[in-house]
């Protein structure tokens, strides 16, 4: 029984092992080519914009006896009209949705740092807690940099962002191989 326990936490720990050194990666190749991150990235969001805007239309058709039609239609049409501009003006959808990221990773990296801090009793703890500050400061420099670099700038940050959120969580992974490998050892000798 506790070697299947020590089996599910050592597999959980590689998984998200893995996960770091692939976010680490992915964020390296987002930095290698910014224009083309932030162009993938702008189009992603349009297309899923579109997406959910039939999903939401599917749904005012479906439920049209229950009430709200006509606002559920407009919603819908929102996110399909939404979608559409953003396929139609690629740039002006870049410049808004470098802003909207400002303010994500400005909301990122509060929630890190508030993050960091309930796990500091943990070793290595103060990656989460530097993954927080660059956050921050990656989502300051959104901000006072647009709109001038916005056709850059989103690829670049996003993948510095996540080459951090990939180190640390690599981090927090060896941390756990560490602290379960001494019981491992212990209920191997018993």
């Known amino acids: 029984m506790t070697t299947d326990i020590s089996r599910d936490t050592n597999k959980n720990v590689n998984g998200s092992l893995i996960t770091g050194v692939l976010l680490s990666i992915l964020g390296v190749i987002a930095i290698a080519a910014p224009n083309f991150t932030t162009i993938f990235a702008e189009t992603w969001i349009a297309g899923i914009l579109i997406f959910a805007g039939f999903t939401k239309l599917v749904y005012a058709t479906q439920t049209r006896e229950a009430g709200g039609f006509v606002w559920k239609l407009l919603l819908s049409g929102l996110y399909i009209a939404t979608g559409i501009m953003l396929f139609v003006y690629p740039f002006t959808g870049i410049l808004t949705l470098t802003l909207l990221l400002g303010s994500f990773l400005l909301a990122e990296g509060t929630f890190e740092l508030i993050l960091a801090f309930r796990l500091r009793p943990q070793n290595n703890w103060t990656w989460i807690l530097g993954d927080g500050i ?57």
Do not use: E
């Open 134 to 190: 660059i956050t921050l400061v990656l989502g300051a420099m959104i901000w006072f940099q647009w709109p001038f670099n916005a056709p850059w700038l989103l690829g670049t940050l996003v993948g510095v962002s996540i080459i951090f959120t990939g180190i640390s969580r690599v981090m927090l992974s060896l941390n756990a191989r560490s602290t379960s490998n001494p019981s491992d050892q212990t209920a191997k000798a018993t």
